[in-house]
């Protein structure tokens, strides 16, 4: 069958590996046939040769984390076959910490966790893979032009749970959301926004293409202002863009008792002056909270799939901006700069 790989640590050694072996079936019970994967940050960056671990005792690794499948079979009774199904990415550690034992693996502390198409178990990007009935999701039939949307949409179900949770310490009745940037995460962090009937605010540096139209049709309010612009101080802020001048912008921009959540990754490297007194003052003073949040367990990928069901399908839609037949894989990878989410097809 076709495969996706990449020699992990070794730069640009994308290929389609046509005669990859079919799925071992210690990978789970349920077989599935692909219907796509979406691309992002995380696959440029392995193909780059920045990080990415390929399963033990191979030296490739299978990309693709987005997953979308159709079930062949499920001799568990868990799916039926014809069922829309996503595989959970992150898998839990073998020792297992406490995190992981209780089914908690987003939160993992010893770092021994895998994760498909990431770190030591193969990725979704090939013809047909397996996956076991506990890592896998069913999915809404409706929800088949645009599941793969659902991991994504796990990372900010988690954020937003986690805001909730820490919002708990006391009367919390926000008003407005502030989320930076307007890729996909953002996008989806806006949607859950919305849909808690929040007023959000999202900012992003492009004033052209198809971003303002998609957060306005929305229902929320676009700016391409610098934070500190912003005429307004957030309750919450969702920051996906981990652009460093803009993290610490939002930690100060928040209101009080603000929370933010930090979900973009910084690449280091650049070194920026700050007042860390006046910071911590203002953070103390103001029972603020800024936390980080990555990756997500069951409980939100479940969530995830409740939010798109409730989402505009048309609207979901349009956050894909390219899908590409496997036989154009290397173009899949390739950025134009404008795309939004690109997704590899494999029914095409």
């Known amino acids: 069958m076709r495969a996706v790989t990449v020699a992990p640590g070794v730069s640009d050694s994308l290929r389609l590996d046509e005669d990859w072996p079919e799925p071992a079936a210690d990978e789970g019970a349920i077989l599935v046939q692909a219907v796509a994967v979406g691309v992002c940050g995380t696959d440029q960056e392995i193909i780059a040769g920045e990080y990415g671990e390929a399963p033990p005792g191979q030296d490739r690794l299978v990309l693709g984390h987005e997953s979308l499948g159709r079930v062949l079979e499920d001799p568990t009774g868990t799916l039926k076959p014809g069922d829309l199904v996503v595989g959970i990415v992150r898998h839990p ?5 406490v995190n992981c034992a209780a089914g908690e693996w987003d939160m993992c502390r010893n770092g021994r966790y895998t994760e498909h198409g990431i770190k030591g178990l193969p990725g979704f990007a090939r013809d047909r893979w397996r996956v076991q009935p506990r890592f896998a999701v069913g999915l809404d039939p409706a929800l088949a032009p645009v599941g793969m949307l659902l991991e994504p949409t796990s990372v900010v179900a988690k954020a937003w749970d986690h805001i909730e949770r820490i919002a708990s310490r ?5 008003q407005s959301v502030l989320v930076t940037g307007a890729g996909p995460i953002g996008l989806l962090a806006a949607l859950l926004g919305i849909q808690r009937g929040l007023s959000v605010h999202v900012l992003d540096r492009n004033k052209t293409g198809p971003k303002p139209e998609l957060v306005r049709s ?9 934070v500190a612009e912003l ?8 920051e996906c863009t981990g652009a460093p001048v803009v993290v610490l912008d939002v930690m100060s921009k928040a209101g009080t008792n603000g929370i933010v959540c930090l979900t973009g990754v910084s690449s280091g490297g650049r070194t920026i002056e700050l007042d860390a007194g006046a910071m911590n003052r203002e953070l103390v003073l103001e029972n603020n909270v800024v936390f980080g949040s990555v990756n997500a367990n069951r409980r939100h990928w479940e969530l995830a799939a409740e939010a798109l069901a409730r989402a505009d399908q048309a609207w979901l839609n349009s956050l894909i901006t390219r899908r590409v037949p496997v036989s154009s894989y290397a173009d899949a990878y390739t950025s134009t ?3 939004i989410k690109v997704v590899l097809d494999f029914e095409q």
């Open 231 to 238: 005429d307004f101080a957030p309750d919450v802020v969702v």
């Open 218 to 226: 929305l229902g929320a309010t676009y700016h391409t202002s610098t």
């Open 337 to 339: 700069g404008s795309d």
């Open 93 to 97: 550690d073998p020792v297992p910490c």
């Open 170 to 174: 006391a009367v919390w009745q926000p």
